[in-house]
């Protein structure tokens, strides 16, 4: 699976990053899973309010 970032489609593995759906970190299953480019996730987390119309689980 390749790495992307669900809101913006970057493909720049460098900046990729792991973002937990419910906000739990220990919650790991891969339904609560997306992947996000650094700024993407910190829009994600400023803006909590357009999070669950963006969040697609990385399955």
């Not at 809101?7 to 220990?26: E, P, Q, S, W, Y």
Request: charged share 25%; net charge positive; hydrophobic share 35%.
């Amino acid at each position: 699976m390749k790495k992307i970032c669900t809101l913006c489609k970057t493909k720049d593995f460098r900046v990729i990053a792991v973002h937990h759906i419910d906000k739990n970190r220990k919650n790991n299953s891969v339904e609560n899973l997306v992947y996000l480019c650094h700024n993407c996730h910190h829009l994600v987390h400023r803006y909590p309010q357009e999070r669950d119309k963006l969040m697609v689980p990385i399955v």
